[in-house]
């Protein structure tokens, strides 16, 4: 398991991640299976045919349902929906600053009101890793608090240093899992996430802190989440000459293609976002033109496919007037189509990034597509 860079331009680059369940190629989007599915009525062999990389699960949710357990005697997440290729488990974190009405935090772990049935979940480091070994994950994200982004400066720093112990907490018990003989996949990698919310002073003492534990990787956590683009740009700036240059950054929850194109260009190397299928499924769409709602009565009669442009298996085959008359129609299918163009869009979207970055053109390439894919389609 090694992380090598391939070619840099400014501080955009390209690599490639070795794991256990196949090579990563960077910069990647890795698309959001919450419940190992993504929503929309996608298969795994669609996945494979629309360029998918990476598949994210989230530990919270499979712990509520099926339940890791379950999970572990199919011998696990891979086997279970049946993915060759690199899964990551988000840790249960997110649902730390999701769930606030529903969460009681303390040092030992965080006890959640499950968002199902109000049932009580306890959630620590140790509890996370314990379940993401079960899920058998080719990477494991630490178990993290993410403070709001209007938290008080004293808040967010005393939220941080938890954070930097449940991490110690996170390893040590990650390493007693890899070496059990019943455990699934004994290569599971753990990668650390910086918090610190919009204050640079925190967001570099923390990464400075965790970088020590030289870790396989390290997120930016707490952004994207309701803090503006500038702000967001602003800290990544401040924040990621501190991380280490040859391990894998991962931009956790991010985001629209303007803000990959933008984060690529200061260093990041790993995001995921549910917004382009979230998008998809109600019918809004990312084109190499713009932004489209396929929702307009100007579709209605309109026989081009969603992307001129594109070469996905929707825009080979079908019409916005038939896709757009899915919709209306309360049809599945138009939901399928979208979310298969959506998040085909953006896994190729990250190949054109790594052909730019290696072609020497990042600069240009990158200033055409924050032009184009910012504004609305005709």
Same mark, same amino acid.
Request: with cysteine.
């Given at each position: =398991?090694?992380? %090598?860079?391939?070619?840099?331009? #400014?501080?955009?680059?390209? $690599?490639? !991640?070795?794991?256990?369940?196949?090579?990563?190629?960077?910069?990647?989007?890795?698309?959001?299976?919450?419940?190992?599915?993504?929503?929309?009525?996608?298969?795994?062999?669609?996945?494979?045919?629309?360029?998918?990389?990476?598949?994210?699960?989230?530990?919270?949710?499979?712990?509520?349902?099926?339940?890791?357990?379950?999970?572990?005697?199919?011998? $696990?997440?891979?086997?279970?929906?049946? &993915?060759?290729?690199?899964?990551?488990?988000?840790?249960?974190?997110?649902?730390?600053?999701?769930?606030? /009405?529903?969460?009681?935090?303390?040092?030992?772990?965080?006890?959640?009101?499950?968002? =199902?049935?109000?049932?009580?979940?306890?959630?620590?480091?140790?509890?996370?890793? *314990?379940?993401?070994?079960?899920?058998?994950?080719?990477?494991?994200?630490?178990?993290?608090?993410?403070?709001?982004?209007?938290?008080?400066?004293?808040?967010? /720093?005393?939220?941080?240093?938890?954070?930097?112990? &449940?991490?110690?907490?996170?390893?040590?018990?990650?390493?007693?899992?890899?070496?059990?003989?019943?455990?699934?996949?004994?290569?599971?990698?753990?990668?650390?996430?910086?918090?610190? $919310?919009?204050?640079?002073?925190?967001?570099?003492?923390?990464?400075?802190?965790?970088?020590?534990?030289?870790?396989?990787?390290?997120?930016?956590?707490?952004?994207?989440?309701?803090?503006?683009?500038?702000?967001?740009?602003?800290?990544?700036?401040?924040?990621?000459?501190?991380?280490?240059?040859?391990?894998?950054?991962?931009? =956790?929850?991010?985001?629209?293609?303007?803000?990959?194109?933008?984060?690529?260009?200061? #260093?990041?190397?790993?995001?995921?976002?549910?917004?382009? /299928?979230?998008?998809?499924?109600?019918?809004?769409? !990312?084109? /190499?033109?713009?932004?489209?709602?396929?929702?307009? *009565?100007?579709?209605?009669?309109?026989?081009?496919?969603?992307?001129?442009?594109?070469?996905?298996?929707?825009?080979? %085959?079908? %019409?916005?007037?038939?896709?757009?008359?899915?919709?209306?129609?309360?049809?599945?299918?138009?939901?399928?189509?979208?979310?298969?163009?959506?998040?085909? !869009?953006?896994?190729?979207? =990250?190949?054109?990034?790594?052909?730019?970055?290696?072609?020497?053109? &990042?600069?240009?390439?990158?200033?055409? *597509?924050?032009?184009?894919?910012?504004?609305?389609?005709?």
């Amino acid at each position: =398991m090694s992380f %090598t860079i391939h070619k840099t331009e #400014g501080n955009a680059r390209t $690599g490639t !991640f070795k794991t256990v369940h196949g090579d990563i190629q960077t910069p990647v989007f890795m698309n959001v299976g919450t419940s190992a599915a993504i929503k929309g009525g996608i298969s795994t062999g669609d996945l494979k045919h629309i360029g998918c990389q990476v598949e994210l699960s989230n530990t919270y949710h499979l712990h509520v349902r099926p339940g890791e357990d379950v999970v572990y005697k199919m011998g $696990g997440i891979h086997k279970f929906f049946n &993915w060759d290729k690199p899964v990551l488990t988000d840790s249960g974190g997110f649902q730390v600053f999701s769930l606030a /009405s529903l969460r009681n935090i303390k040092e030992e772990g965080v006890t959640f009101q499950s968002h =199902m049935d109000g049932a009580k979940i306890f959630m620590s480091p140790e509890v996370s890793m *314990q379940i993401q070994s079960k899920l058998a994950s080719t990477i494991a994200m630490a178990f993290d608090e993410c403070p709001s982004s209007v938290a008080t400066h004293k808040y967010i /720093s005393q939220s941080v240093d938890r954070t930097t112990r &449940w991490l110690y907490r996170c390893k040590e018990e990650m390493d007693r899992l890899n070496s059990l003989p019943e455990t699934i996949n004994k290569n599971q990698m753990l990668f650390g996430i910086g918090q610190g $919310g919009i204050y640079e002073d925190i967001r570099i003492r923390h990464i400075k802190e965790i970088a020590q534990l030289d870790l396989p990787g390290y997120a930016v956590g707490g952004l994207a989440v309701g803090e503006s683009a500038e702000e967001m740009y602003h800290i990544l700036d401040a924040v990621l000459p501190y991380y280490p240059t040859e391990k894998p950054r991962y931009l =956790m929850g991010v985001g629209t293609p303007v803000n990959i194109l933008e984060a690529v260009d200061r #260093g990041i190397d790993f995001f995921d976002c549910v917004m382009p /299928s979230r998008n998809a499924r109600h019918g809004n769409l !990312f084109t /190499s033109e713009g932004l489209m709602n396929l929702n307009n *009565q100007k579709y209605m009669l309109d026989p081009r496919p969603i992307d001129e442009n594109c070469d996905c298996p929707v825009c080979k %085959t079908y %019409t916005r007037a038939y896709i757009r008359h899915l919709f209306k129609a309360r049809e599945l299918l138009g939901m399928r189509l979208c979310v298969i163009h959506n998040l085909y !869009f953006y896994n190729k979207l =990250m190949e054109k990034i790594r052909n730019a970055i290696s072609e020497g053109n &990042w600069k240009t390439f990158k200033e055409e *597509q924050v032009y184009l894919l910012g504004k609305r389609a005709e």
